[in-house]
């Protein structure tokens, strides 16, 4: 007779192919991921009727949104003042005054805003403003 209590063993899980698998998985979705940082203002521009301009590559775009917020070609400013905004348009512009600047204010944007940024390009010698509108439907 075997009195002996039989011995159970414990099973084992080999854990360490599904760890190489979880960390496969999350180089590929890293690596494989792009992050994109946009920083564009959400700007509901008003509305007109007139003919589409041809966007030209070197132009200074104030885009102006709700808040009173100012972007430059898409770059965000760090406040609204003033200076701060002549800084950055002196930065994408250049020595170049005779480029055209584009005002893309949204519909809601205060009118201090807007003149803001006209008085900005007034004092550094921008003469060919413009600003950006959206094409109407019309009802027929």
Same mark, same amino acid.
């Given at each position: 007779m075997n009195l002996r209590s039989q011995r159970v063993d414990d099973? $084992?899980?080999? =854990?360490?192919?599904?760890i190489d698998v979880v960390f496969l998985l999350l180089i590929f979705f890293m690596v494989s991921t792009t992050f994109d940082?946009? +920083?564009e203002l959400s700007?509901?521009?008003p509305k007109a009727d007139g003919a589409l301009l041809e966007k030209n590559s070197l132009q !200074?775009? !104030?885009s102006i949104d709700a808040q009173g917020s100012y972007a430059i070609n898409s770059e965000r400013i760090i406040n609204t003042q003033i200076d701060t905004l002549? /800084? %950055?348009i002196v930065k !994408? /512009?250049?020595d170049k005054r005779d480029i055209p600047m584009i005002i893309s204010a949204d519909g809601k944007a205060s009118h201090q805003s807007?003149? /803001? %940024?006209? $008085? %900005? %390009?007034?004092? =550094?010698?921008? +003469?060919? =403003?413009t600003f950006a509108t959206r094409l109407s439907k019309k009802d027929n």
């Open positions: 099973p $084992d899980v080999n =854990l360490t192919p599904l940082k946009e +920083s700007i509901e521009l !200074v775009e !104030v002549k /800084a %950055a !994408v /512009a250049g807007v003149v /803001a %940024a006209m $008085d %900005a %390009a007034r004092q =550094l010698g921008f +003469s060919r =403003l």
